[in-house]
């Protein structure tokens, strides 16, 4: 029975990882991961252990000192549920390969562990980047006994699995219906993002019905409660209470029953999770791939066959194949929506008026390097423009035989991939004008954001160029194992990261100045990229991407 | 007319997957193009339409060389590659339109061809949905469909009647001679040797990217004097008997 799971997870996971292309530049990656993992490390703790320090001093005073822990297990458990909705949705569902595995004799719940492996590697690799910097900055200024690590390395391999599992169990319960109705793509995706909305406008209603003066009284009276503020902040999700509660009390005794109320949690999830894999996953996932029918009105004939120009009716060919993709429409449309969907939401969790206020508060010159890293780290990897080549697949043929002007084909393509991150960007910029910030810094920000977007895909368009995926079969392939978008945006992340550093810690206060430079560099970038573009990426270069 | 002239291809710089081939196909002649998998075949209609480059030689559509002109030329040919599963998440009617837009067709004439060529290959009932729920036989005709549309002088076909229902496949047949007796070129490979035997003017065997043959199949029987059927002297020319 633990052998057939283990084989079937060790094959899910070959099939995700593997490559059929020959791979003889993985060292390069290897020597990223060496360079860059430990370089992001260092920054953060840099960054973020004057900030929590502050934060635990000024709390110790009070003796709300757990207060800090219970965010982080809050903002933990907020990243792990948005990325869980995105992984478990391509893992269970847009991926078609599970298909091949239910003929096979197993039972449901192994094909679930089996396809759960990846999306909890995900969850796990979010906690080390969260969850390990803040667990040695805490345990070291609150000087910590050598039991605190224990408990975090148990709550670091526990928790991530609880947010999971809830969201696999919401999931399968909703997707259980899918399959009645009609269009069996758009459904998906529907009613993947409409679960992922739900739970966001419970949050943002629960939040919006908490009066101010109400919540100012209950604060005051947690205060004087031990603890008090952390179960009041960490009411709406119990396991964040008890896993601070553990680490917390990890010095004495008392710690123990908050760990084991964690792992109980921890049990009664994961059997939820096996019981709805039970009830509803395969249900869900039968039949999912069949077609609609239906004759067309000789007026919705008429209206799709209107005359375009080759470029128009190229964008909009690969716009729709995009949306109507679920693999696509999550990874290149969905995806970047979580980093503004997620400070959205941190606004709405805000409980004072911190945030609203943060755009008059921050020194300009701070506030605008802020938000120019902000969109380096939104718009630095673009879906949609490493794989503008890998999804046209099999089809890609049809680039090459019809008489497709070659500058219209590259001049569709980096625009498609240009406008969709504008989507994520354009709610991001608004949740800028509700924090106030001052409008000549906004202009400046969108400004240059608009033309490092612009470096960002024809970078992304290069890699996707000069290594391709073609060989696909299922769509969801073409994001598994590519690796090298995800290193090229942290290159750069820390090329502008370094920028941003250095100019923080300059001497110049005028932030026209600091525009200006930033401008400059951006700019210079693009056009060191876009003269590459145009002398290495040819007719030829696309006719020759198979050899 | 195609004129494939001296055209070499070597994928590794070491094997050449096409060996000096020369090959003529006439105006106004349906020419099959045959060999054993891996022969050659694709790798030269995929020089011939664009979508690998030449190493040597030239290969000109009309006069037009598709290496130093291929805008021009590739307006001039349609082509129905080997692969029919492309672009699954279009509609039948939204493919077709596609290829109507790119190769500029007025809104009436691609109006009145889509509803004849469709009703010819009965699927008119299924372009308002999407590609990916059709079967390979209709995927095939939906290919097919889109090279008629513009009309164009040549046309190159790869494995073209593969998954075609009778029906279809004879429909398919009579438009490829229609075409051909108004002076244009059909060009299109098979390893369906008795369709070639049945609708083929000429046809043309490579093996190893070498020519071996060209010319009517009397003269192919002529040559290696024997009245067998095409079957046997593809094989033993090809040295698969």
């Known amino acids: 029975m633990m052998r057939n799971t283990w084989i079937v997870t060790k094959i899910m996971l070959k099939m995700q990882y593997s490559s059929t292309s020959k791979q003889s530049n993985t060292w390069i990656y290897g020597l990223l991961v060496v360079i860059l993992i430990p370089f992001f490390l260092i920054i953060m703790m840099q960054v973020f252990r004057s900030i929590i320090e502050n934060v635990y001093h000024l709390l110790a005073e009070v003796n709300q000192e757990s207060m800090l822990l219970g965010l982080a297990f809050l903002f933990i458990t907020a990243v792990l549920l948005f990325f869980s909705f995105i992984t478990i949705l391509s893992a269970f569902y847009f991926s078609d390969d599970i298909t091949a595995y239910i003929p096979l004799p197993l039972h449901p719940h192994q094909l679930l562990i089996g396809k759960a492996a990846n999306p909890l590697i995900y969850n796990y690799l979010i906690s080390a980047v969260i969850f390990i910097p803040f667990l040695f900055i805490y345990g070291s200024i609150s000087n910590a006994p050598i039991l605190f690590y224990v408990y975090g390395l148990i709550l670091f391999i526990v928790f991530p699995i609880i947010p999971f599992t809830i969201v696999a169990v919401i999931l399968m319960f909703v997707m259980r219906y899918v399959n009645i109705a009609k269009n069996k793509d758009r459904s998906k995706i529907f009613m993947g993002a409409g679960s992922l909305l739900f739970v966001i406008l419970i949050n943002v209603l629960v939040r919006l019905n908490l009066d101010d003066a109400a919540l100012m009284n209950t604060f005051t009276v947690y205060m004087q409660e031990q603890e008090g503020i952390l179960k009041m902040i960490t009411m709406i999700f119990p396991p964040a209470y008890f896993g601070a509660l553990s680490l917390h009390f990890a010095g004495s005794w008392s710690g123990l029953p908050a760990l084991a109320a964690l792992l109980a949690i921890f049990t009664i999830t994961a059997l939820l999770f096996i019981l709805a894999g039970h009830h509803f996953y395969l249900k869900g996932v039968r039949g999912m791939s069949s077609g609609s029918k239906g004759k067309l009105s000789e007026k919705a004939s008429h209206k799709l066959t209107k005359e375009r120009s080759i470029l128009k009716t190229y964008i909009l060919k690969d716009i729709k194949i995009i949306i109507r993709t679920p693999a696509f429409l999550m990874q290149c449309v969905v995806q970047p929506l979580f980093f503004p969907v997620f400070i959205t939401v941190i606004l709405f969790l805000d409980l004072g008026e911190g945030l609203s206020s943060l755009g008059s508060i921050t020194a300009e010159k701070n506030l605008f390097l802020i938000l120019f890293m902000f969109s380096i780290i939104m718009l630095s990897a673009n879906a949609t423009a490493f794989t503008a080549i890998s999804r046209d697949g099999a089809g890609r043929k049809i680039n090459l035989f019809l008489p497709i002007p070659f500058h219209h084909l590259i001049f569709a393509k980096l625009l498609v991939a240009y406008l969709i991150p504008l989507i994520p960007f354009i709610l991001i910029t608004c949740v800028g004008i509700y924090v106030n910030i001052p409008i000549h810094i906004l202009i400046g920000w969108i400004g240059i954001s608009l033309l490092y977007n612009y470096l960002a895909v024809i970078i992304n368009f290069l890699i996707d160029v000069f290594s391709p995926k073609l060989h696909w079969t299922d769509e969801q392939e073409l994001f598994k194992g590519r690796f090298t978008p995800f290193f090229i945006s942290l290159v750069q992340t820390a090329v502008f990261g370094i920028i941003t550093l250095v100019l923080w810690n300059t001497n110049i206060k005028n932030v026209y100045l600091i525009m200006l430079i930033l401008l400059i560099a951006v700019g210079a970038l693009t056009d060191i990229a876009k003269t590459y573009l145009r002398k290495k990426v040819t007719l030829e270069t696309l006719q020759n991407l198979d050899s | ?241």
């Open chain 2, 1 to 241: 007319m195609i004129e494939i002239s001296q055209i070499n291809k070597s994928f590794d710089g070491k094997n050449q997957i096409i060996d000096n081939l020369t090959l003529t196909i006439p105006d106004g002649k349906i020419v099959g193009f045959l060999g054993p998998n891996g022969a050659g075949k694709s790798t030269t209609i995929n020089m011939m339409t664009g979508i690998l480059p030449i190493d040597k030689g030239t290969i000109t559509l009309n006069d037009i060389d598709i290496d130093k002109e291929p805008l021009k030329a590739k307006k001039i040919f349609g082509f129905v590659p080997d692969r029919s599963d492309i672009f699954l998440r279009l509609k039948g009617l939204e493919y077709l339109n596609f290829i109507a837009d790119i190769y500029q067709v007025p809104e009436e004439i691609r109006q009145e061809k889509i509803k004849y060529y469709t009703e010819q290959f009965a699927i008119d009932h299924a372009l308002g949905n999407y590609i990916q729920s059709y079967s390979h036989g209709m995927r095939q005709k939906i290919m097919v469909t889109s090279v008629l549309l513009h009309d164009p002088d040549i046309w190159i076909l790869d494995e073209p009647l593969t998954g075609l229902d009778p029906k279809s496949s004879h429909a398919l047949k009579r438009m490829m001679r229609e075409h051909a007796d108004k002076g244009n070129t059909v060009f299109f490979s098979s390893h369906g040797l008795e369709v070639v035997e049945q609708i083929c003017d000429e046809v043309a065997i490579i093996n190893h990217g070498k020519l071996l043959f060209y010319g009517t199949i009397e003269e192919l029987q002529a040559k290696y004097q024997t009245d067998q059927s095409l079957e046997n002297v593809f094989l033993e020319l090809t040295n698969d008997a």
